[in-house]
Structures are given as C-alpha cells and as structure tokens.
C-alpha cells in the first residue's frame, strides 16, 4: 500500500492524491459511505459501484462483531468476502460505538467491558484486542483503538483520556507489528489524534501521532456536537501538524459544506453516516441546497428528484414520487434518496478533486458553500 | 386489446396466451407483483423489468385513492407515469382492502362507506365511484367492485352478497360504457366471480358473470383461510364455466404449488402479497423448496443463496450473508429477498408456459410439487 500525493492547491491546503491498496485506488480527497452491519442500509453492492461510485466503504467493529460475529466473517474469508464488496473497506476501532451505544461500559487502562445493545452480554476491547478484530474481519485500512471524548469536555479529563488513546497507540503498534494479514492482502494502521476543543491538547496529540510515522492519520473527538467553528479550528491546527506526505482522515465528518472546508485543510478522507441516516428521513442533499422530501410543496412537483444529480434515480424518479414514498414510510423512499445523497456526496468530492487539479478549487468552493445551505 | 389464447395442454387444462396491452404484451400465466402504494416493497422499478422480467404489477385502489391521493395521479398523468412504470398495471377496486383493513365500514345497496386507517377520515365507494378512481389511476384492466365475502361465510349471506356483487357489476359496466380512457390507452374491465365455497353460489356467480362477455374474468373470495381442497374445488368449478377464449384471473393466490395447479386448471393470471411479505420475514421459496433464513442453519453457508435462482442476487450473495442482514432487520435483506422471491415467481410461470407449449407441463408439475412444498 502506498499514498501518492498528486497536487496541493496553491490557494489552499486541498490536496489530490491517490491511495493505493491491494482493493484497488482511491482518489482522494474521497468520502466513505458507512456500512455498519457490512451493508450501507438500503443499497444494494452493485449499486454501491455503479449508481454511487464509492471507492471504499466503511465497517463498524463493535457492530461486526456483535452481529454477525467474527466466526462467521471469518469463515467467509473476510467481511470483503461475506458481503462481496471487492474494493477497500476500513473499519472503526468499536471505540466510538462502545461509548455511544453501550449502556454499561468501564473504561480501565487496560481497555473497555462493555455490554451488547442486542443481549447485554458483556464484552471487553483491549487495544490489542480491537487490531485482531480488525485483522479478522479484513480491513484494508485499521484504526487505532482510542477513547473518543463527549463534547463538552473538562479540559482535565481530554487530557487524560489523549494520554491513555496514546499509550493505548503503542500498544495497537505492537500489536500490528506482531501480527500478520490475514488473508494475503495489505493491512495498515491509522492512529487517531484526540484532545477535544483544545488548542495545546490537539497540538500535543498531532505531534504524537505525527512521530509514530504511521501509513495514515486521522483526526477523532469532532463531529461529536461542538460548533462548526471549533470543528474548523481544530481540523487547520492539526493539518498543519500531520505529515504531509501521508493521507489524512477526519473521522464522522460532515456536511457537504464540512467536506469543503475541512478539504482546503488539507483533509483527505472523511466518512459520515448523515448521508443515509438523513435520506432515511427524507432529507436530501443537492448542489442547489438541501430539500426535506416530506414536505406539501413537493407533492405535486413531477419534476425530476434532481435535474443536477448524477444518479439515474435523479432523473428517473420524480421529486412528487419521492415525496409518495418518503411519507408513506416506503422502503423503496430510502433506497432512492440514499443513492441520491451518497452518489451527491461522491460527486462532490470527485468535482473538488478535479478542481484542485485544475487550479480553479477555491473559487468553485467560495461559490458552492453558501449554495449548499440553502433550503430547497 | 385483445387476448389471444395460444396453446391449451392436452393432459391439464393448462393454456399458454398473450394478453396484448396499450403497454405491451403479457405473456401468460403470469404472476403479477403487488404494488401497493405504487411501490413494489423493497423493489426499485428496473429491478422489477431486468432482474424479475415483471410483465405487469397491481397498484391497490384504496391505498392509492388516500395516499397519494387522485390529484397528485392525476397531475402526473396516471400511476404509469408517477412511477415510472410503463408496462401494464391492473388495479383492485378497493373493496377488498376496505374489507380487511378498515375498521369502521357500513356496505349498502349503494356503496361502502369506510375510514382511511390513516387518519380515519370517511369516505365513501361506490361501483361507479370505483371505475372512475381506476380510470383515473389509469389502470389498464379494472376490476369491478365487489364484496370479498370472508371465509367461514355462512351460506344465506354469501349468497345476498354475491347477489348484490352481480348488481354492483352492472353498475361498473354501465360506468365503464359512460366513460371514457383517461390517458388515451385502452381500460378494460374484469368482473369478478364470487359465491364463498358454495358450489351452487359459485356455479350461479360463474355464469352470471361469464354472460356479461367481458375482456376477461376473475375468481375472487378464495385465498382468505379456506383450505387448499376448497381452493381448488371452486377454481376447478369456475374455470369449467368461464369462457375460454377470455383470461382468467385468480385473486390473491398463493403459493408455487397453488400457482402450478391452478394453472393446470386453466387459470392465466395471479397476484399475491406472499412472495414480498414472506421475503420480509426472511422466508424464500425456490425450486427446491422454502428457506427460513432466519435460520442458525444459514449462518455460516456461505454458498450462494439459490444457485438454480434466476436473479443475480442468487448468486451475488450468500446464504450467510442474507441470513446476517435478515437478522439485523437491514434494509438489504428484505430488498435481497423480495427480487429473488419475485423472480422466482416469474421464473416458475415462465417455465410453466414453457411446459405448456412443449407438451411437458403435466409431467413437470408433478414432479415439482412435492419439491415446493418441501422445507429446506
């Protein structure tokens, strides 16, 4: 596996590149539909490839391996197998679903007991422990194993916690250096910087994780409530701090306007569940603004979903039928609009990457912004 | 349109013919996905064309009449283009639906008053009421308006319902001959047999309405609870009375093993919910036989889910990796199940034609019944 960086654009920190794994090239800057259960909800693989055009998707750790279990994956051959998804997938460490999701957790140094949200069976994540799950289940790129603070945080306690997510580091390091692949093909780690909405935290934690030389870095602890403008400010701070050579990776982010700015960072990857999880209720993204399909004024509206949409179901269906099918709870509501918003989300990157290419990225992001916070 | 009857199996009363449509031709038997809110659950239109070869979907009369309601059909210009679907669409008159799922409905001489099971709200049915939502809809065969008699029905109401049924069929007829196509396509009526399980009621009811010479002919007020043998019976009685130069449709039926013989009985067309509703649940019919994929049993198959399938699903995807989404109540595994579930339904009616023109249904019938019927 290797990360080429192409170009950065000269009027801001936005960078093209191209990030080699044995699943094939990812352009970057990219964005990674997340498919939690090994499915991105509503859309069918082939979809996935041809309507949407997603390079890598995403698979939840804690999700897997709950459900349906790392005996099972592992007997398909990897989750690439199991769900036939042949290009790359990367996978969360179960940290951040372990926090949010399990009602009775206890976080020692030694790692996390938690229960299950299906049984309530009780579990416990190592560092060590999250690396051979995710070796297991096949990622072709891991994450560190790293305790993902609440928003807001006592500055005493990001403290802590992003010393305990680096010594937590060293041990996931240890733990991928004494293990192999699992199934023949290329794993790296991403070490995950923390330290909440702290300028001198983050600046510590980006230049920890910046030491390890990692294959790539991620930024963790945001998108997690604070304002867009700690977002910003921490997502610069710590850009300027990760190497530039290696791709970087905004864990949970965002908007199609995050994607832009945290682009001109310098911000290489990103991966957000707010493209499905809102199609499912009916909100779609478009390069005009945003629409809430559930409302009267589209009722009679037998124009296409989105005349600017490079997704068949953009012109196929109608934005009245949409509506139809959105209010009266049709499954087929949430399969349109969720290749809607992801195939919206994947061209969105794809332009700003021609556009960094082209010299023209800062202009055409000055342009989209105020556009993409419309109310359609 | 006109129907042209091209083959009758010399050992079964099994007959192979092609219903020709303003939208194209139906090649029969066929079965015909249900739509109910213009949707085929979990199906995406070109799914149902190249994955399924759907020749024609039923939309419900009742459920489109409240949502989305006739202006918004209208204003599109008739289901076909609200969906975009744009081979044939039979409609249900509503009664049926009025019946079963409305809590409070009064039936008269003059129509059925009932509650939206939305907002409860009142509205009112009637036989002339009915032909013009379906006109309006834009259905190219209409059913008449009738009363779905439940199963036990005692006999002395059976036969003032069925009586009043022949009344309300007048009435549609008279409506259909007042009005005209709404969309310039051809709307062709079919009037419904009805008399419960009274074979005397069924006899009167099959000749009454054989005497109307309509486009073609349905048997209605089976496949609500009596056994398979009353099934047969009654299709077995009707057949031998409808003419056979017209299509015979079968409402609401049913299974493989009653689709195959009720073919064999002269029947050309059907409809049921079972193969989407079942596929919801996770249970799958294939020629071998039925699959709960619920089961432990699938949890670590990882062969394709029906490798004598005909979709690409069949193959694309494993028995584990369905059972997994079907357990997880992902959107995937009902959007899995229910084009194999349809596709297999189209699949055994197209063999089944095939056996017909061949000379080889009789005996391939025999030979896949007890295969249907088996749990595997």
């Given at each position: 596996?290797?990360?080429?960086?192409?170009?950065?654009?000269?009027?801001?920190?936005?960078?093209?590149?191209?990030?080699?794994?044995?699943?094939?090239?990812?352009?970057?800057?990219?964005?990674?539909?997340?498919?939690?259960?090994?499915?991105?909800?509503?859309?069918?693989?082939?979809?996935?490839?041809?309507?949407?055009?997603?390079?890598?998707?995403?698979?939840?750790?804690?999700?897997?391996?709950?459900?349906?279990?790392?005996?099972?994956?592992?007997?398909?051959?990897?989750?690439?197998?199991f769900n036939g998804w042949d290009r790359p997938i990367l996978t969360d460490s179960g940290g951040y679903q372990v926090y949010s999701l399990s009602g009775a957790?206890?976080?020692?140094?030694?790692?996390?007991?938690?229960?299950?949200?299906?049984?309530?069976?009780?579990?416990?994540?190592?560092?060590?422990?999250?690396?051979?799950?995710?070796?297991?289940?096949?990622?072709?790129?891991?994450?560190?194993?790293?305790?993902?603070?609440?928003?807001?945080?006592?500055?005493?306690?990001?403290?802590?916690?992003?010393?305990?997510?680096?010594?937590?580091?060293?041990?996931?390091?240890?733990?991928?250096?004494?293990?192999?692949?699992?199934?023949?093909?290329?794993?790296?780690?991403?070490?995950?910087?923390?330290?909440?909405?702290?300028?001198?935290?983050?600046?510590?934690?980006?230049?920890?994780?910046?030491?390890?030389?990692?294959?790539?870095?991620?930024?963790?602890?945001?998108?997690?409530?604070?304002?867009?403008?700690?977002?910003?400010?921490?997502?610069?701070?710590?850009?300027?701090?990760?190497?530039?050579?290696?791709?970087?990776?905004?864990?949970?982010?965002?908007?199609?306007?995050?994607?832009?700015?945290?682009?001109?960072?310098?911000?290489?990857?990103?991966?957000?569940?707010?493209?499905?999880?809102?199609?499912?209720?009916?909100?779609?993204?478009?390069?005009?603004?945003?629409?809430?399909?559930?409302?009267?004024?589209?009722?009679?509206?037998?124009?296409?979903?989105?005349?600017?949409?490079?997704?068949?179901?953009?012109?196929?269906?109608?934005?009245?039928?949409?509506?139809?099918?959105?209010?009266?709870?049709?499954?087929?509501?949430?399969?349109?609009?969720?290749?809607?918003?992801?195939?919206?989300?994947?061209?969105?990157?794809?332009?700003?990457?021609?556009?960094?290419?082209?010299?023209?990225?800062?202009?055409?992001?000055?342009?989209?912004?105020?556009?993409?916070?419309?109310?359609?």
């Amino acid at each position: 596996m290797h990360f080429d960086l192409k170009h950065t654009d000269s009027k801001t920190k936005a960078r093209a590149g191209e990030l080699h794994t044995d699943h094939g090239v990812i352009e970057t800057p990219i964005f990674m539909p997340v498919g939690t259960a090994g499915t991105v909800k509503g859309v069918h693989q082939h979809e996935l490839k041809d309507d949407i055009a997603a390079q890598i998707i995403l698979g939840n750790t804690y999700h897997l391996f709950l459900r349906p279990g790392l005996e099972v994956i592992e007997g398909a051959g990897g989750l690439h197998k199991f769900n036939g998804w042949d290009r790359p997938i990367l996978t969360d460490s179960g940290g951040y679903q372990v926090y949010s999701l399990s009602g009775a957790r206890k976080i020692t140094e030694e790692g996390v007991k938690f229960q299950s949200h299906h049984d309530g069976s009780y579990h416990f994540f190592t560092p060590e422990r999250a690396i051979d799950i995710q070796r297991t289940i096949g990622a072709d790129i891991i994450m560190a194993f790293d305790e993902c603070t609440p928003y807001p945080c006592d500055y005493n306690y990001a403290k802590r916690s992003m010393h305990m997510t680096h010594r937590w580091l060293q041990r996931c390091m240890n733990q991928m250096n004494a293990t192999e692949s699992k199934y023949g093909y290329d794993q790296v780690l991403f070490p995950i910087v923390q330290g909440s909405t702290y300028k001198d935290l983050r600046t510590e934690s980006a230049e920890t994780i910046a030491s390890h030389n990692a294959f790539g870095n991620a930024i963790g602890g945001l998108s997690v409530g604070e304002p867009d403008e700690d977002l910003y400010e921490m997502t610069d701070l710590v850009c300027g701090i990760l190497p530039t050579e290696k791709p970087r990776y905004l864990m949970g982010v965002g908007t199609p306007q995050n994607l832009l700015e945290c682009i001109a960072m310098g911000v290489d990857m990103f991966d957000c569940v707010m493209p499905t999880r809102n199609a499912r209720h009916g909100l779609i993204f478009t390069s005009e603004g945003t629409m809430n399909m559930k409302n009267e004024k589209w009722a009679n509206d037998f124009t296409p979903l989105d005349p600017n949409g490079t997704s068949y179901v953009d012109s196929f269906y109608t934005k009245a039928y949409v509506r139809h099918l959105i209010k009266s709870k049709e499954y087929l509501g949430a399969q349109i609009t969720s290749i809607h918003n992801l195939a919206f989300y994947l061209a969105l990157v794809k332009e700003a990457r021609v556009r960094i290419l082209n010299g023209t990225f800062s202009a055409w992001k000055d342009e989209m912004i105020p556009k993409l916070g419309r109310r359609l």
